[in-house]
């Protein structure tokens, strides 16, 4: 039996680190991230070792990033045209 077609949002592209990342409306900044290659999100705050998205439902924050300028978790973050995300950090 075939599968269903998969139907993605509008285009849409932002900046992660200065690097422009291609997305589609409707799907999360990690998500986007992660088909970009991307894997680290922020570095820990005391060992600085590499962070990503793990639990994928906001709970974690791991997956935290900058958004905008406005520290929010990247799987809970729709992207949209123009965002301006950088690497999380935690205070």
């Known amino acids: 039996m075939r599968e269903p077609d998969v139907r993605r949002g509008t285009p849409v592209h932002f900046t992660f680190d200065g ?11 990690a998500a986007a991230l992660l088909a970009a290659g ?11 070792a590499p962070r990503g998205a793990f639990c ?18 990247a799987c809970r973050t729709e992207c949209a045209d123009g965002l301006i995300v950088r690497k999380g950090t935690i205070a």
């Open 19 to 29: 690097n422009p990342v291609d997305a589609y409306a409707g799907e999360s900044v």
């Open 38 to 48: 991307y894997r680290t999100l922020r570095e820990s705050p005391n060992e600085h």
């Open 56 to 73: 994928w439902m906001g709970l974690c924050q791991e997956c935290t990033v900058e958004v905008n300028g406005v520290r929010m978790p």
